[in-house]
C-alpha cells in the first residue's frame, strides 16, 4: 500500500506560479497512476490531472489544461504538479492521489478511479 505526502503549497499572487511535490513510499511506485485533485471551500472534490504509471501520456480537467504540467520521477518516487497563470479560482487544498486499477489515462476523472490519498496541500491565490 503507498502511502503519499503532498508539499509544495502556500500563498501566491494571481498570474504567480507554484510547485507541488508528491513523495511517495511502500509499495512500488510505478505500479501507480498518479492524479492530482483538489476541493476548495464548501465544494466538492474535483479532478485536475493525472499521469501514466511511466508518465508516456497524462490527462487534464479542461480548467487547468495550459496552465498546469503533471510529471513523476519513479527513480525517486515523487510526482509533481506545476502551475503556472495562477487564478483566485485554483485556490484549493490540492491532493496527489494513487490509483492502483490499471485503466486509459483519459478515464481518471473522479474520486471513485483512485485508491490512496496524501493529506492536502493548501494553495491560496489572491488576486
Known amino acids: 500500500q503507498v502511502q503519499l505526502v503532498e508539499s509544495g503549497g502556500g500563498l501566491v499572487q494571481a498570474g504567480g506560479s507554484l510547485r507541488l511535490s508528491c513523495a511517495a513510499s511502500g509499495g512500488r511506485f510505478s505500479d501507480y497512476i498518479l492524479a492530482w485533485f483538489r476541493q476548495a471551500p464548501e465544494k466538492e472534490r474535483e479532478f485536475v490531472a493525472a499521469i501514466t504509471r511511466f508518465g508516456a501520456a497524462t490527462h487534464y480537467s479542461d480548467s487547468v489544461k495550459g496552465r498546469f504540467t503533471i510529471s513523476r520521477d519513479n527513480d525517486k518516487n515523487t510526482a509533481h504538479l506545476q502551475m503556472n497563470s495562477l487564478k483566485p479560482e485554483d485556490t484549493a487544498v490540492y491532493y496527489c492521489?494513487?490509483?492502483?486499477?490499471?485503466?486509459?489515462?483519459?478515464?481518471?476523472?473522479?474520486?471513485?478511479?483512485?485508491?490512496?490519498w496524501g493529506q492536502g496541500t493548501q494553495v491560496t491565490v489572491s488576486s
Open positions: 492521489a494513487a490509483g492502483g486499477r490499471p485503466r486509459p489515462i483519459w478515464t481518471v476523472s473522479s474520486i471513485s478511479d483512485v485508491d490512496y
